[in-house]
């Protein structure tokens, strides 16, 4: 297996609308090894969001159009899959956190319950409910929250610990490729660092797997 989990040759996207046609990536090129962390910056509307998008193939439908390059994903293009095959490379392999946790987590569950659906969901080796309720504490313990905190609703977290959450949720399927579409950290006003710090050890000690955030 070779050392590069994604490559980007190339990439040209384009919005049009009525309005316009906005050239929102033009000719990109990336490399993210397998056991590489990416911090891709740059200003606002520079295209990091849309980039993260079209990885998942998740442009907006007829807007977002990728008009030329290639998204290799440990050797297969992404662009030539078929939707199906996409499903299964989504959520699976590769993982992807937004901006607002609130957009990702349930309000009217708790966090246990809401780790333990995406486990159940990916559990292809199928763990008793016992170890996947073992698995839910690691993976709170992993992102830094207390286990005993695993019967909170979201409300009750402050807004960086809920973004952690969502950090073990995208986690909790072991993906390969973890793509941060936008400062994880970004809700933990005061430190910056609470975020970024939950995924590298929540990665460090998951399978290895690189990771992207921009
Ligand atoms: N749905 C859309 N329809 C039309 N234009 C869009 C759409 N989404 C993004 N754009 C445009 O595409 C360009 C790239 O936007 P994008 O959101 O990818 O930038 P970004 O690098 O993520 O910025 P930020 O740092 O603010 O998150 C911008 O000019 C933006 O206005
Ligand atoms: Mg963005």
Request: proline share 4%; glycine share 12%.
């Amino acid at each position: 297996m070779s050392d590069t989990l994604l490559e980007i040759k190339d990439l040209n996207i384009v919005y049009k609308t009525d309005e316009e046609t906005v050239h929102a990536v033009n000719g990109i090129r990336l490399r993210v090894g397998t056991k590489e962390t990416l911090g891709l910056v740059g200003e606002t509307g520079a295209g990091k969001t849309t980039t993260a998008l079209a990885i998942m193939r998740l442009l907006p439908d007829r807007i977002g159009k990728i008009e030329g390059g290639e998204i290799l994903f440990d050797g297969k293009n992404l662009l030539e899959l078929k939707e199906n095959e996409m499903r299964g490379i989504r959520g699976q392999e590769i993982a992807m956190i937004f901006q607002d946790p609130m957009t990702s987590l349930n309000p009217v569950l708790t966090v246990e319950d809401q780790i333990l659906e995406v486990l159940k969901i990916h559990n292809h080796s199928n763990q008793s409910k016992e170890e996947l309720g073992k698995r839910v504490e690691e993976m709170l313990e992993l992102v830094g929250i207390p286990a005993v905190r695993k019967s909170c609703y979201p409300h009750e977290f402050s807004g960086g610990m809920k973004q952690r959450v969502v950090i073990a949720m995208a986690l909790a399927c072991n993906p390969r490729l973890l793509i941060a579409a936008d400062r994880p950290d970004a809700a933990e006003s005061g430190s910056r660092r609470g975020g970024y710090s939950g995924i590298r050890s929540g990665r460090s000690k998951g399978p290895s797997g690189g990771g992207w955030l921009s």
